[in-house]
């Protein structure tokens, strides 16, 4: 089983910024994909920004040259760093990740992190 475990949300003023981190643990043989998706109440889930194995980067509009996704595989490790946040900004963060256990390729999600960006 594999388990991604996000940190790093919390209340900000518009205009600051907070750096997510998740962490992926678990049998891993090899992770894909690693990306951030939000939620806001009312809406529904959308790609934030992902990171391939090979580093190649995909933002949604949105959040293009506020945000940056960066990965440490050593680690199994994806950060999202966000800056100039607005109230737009405001969801739940979840953590996605594709994983190759053995020669199984399998989904899976972390349980999310708060973003609130609030004056």
């Known amino acids: 089983q594999v388990q991604l475990v996000e940190s790093g949300g919390g209340l900000v003023q518009p205009g600051g910024s907070l750096r997510l981190s998740c962490v992926a643990s678990?049998?891993?043989?090899?992770?894909?994909?690693m990306g951030w998706y939000r939620q806001a109440p009312g809406k529904q889930r959308e790609m934030v920004a992902s990171?391939?194995?090979?580093?190649?980067?995909n933002y949604a509009d949105s959040v293009k040259g506020r945000f940056t996704i960066s990965r440490d595989s050593a680690k199994n490790t994806v950060y999202l760093q966000m800056n100039s946040l607005t109230p737009e900004d405001t969801a739940t963060y979840y953590c996605n990740a594709d994983v190759l256990i053995i020669f199984t390729r399998k989904n899976y999600w972390g349980q999310g992190t708060q973003v609130t960006v609030s004056s």
């Open positions: 678990g049998s891993i043989s090899h992770i894909n994909t």
């Open positions: 990171v391939t194995s090979a580093d190649n980067t």
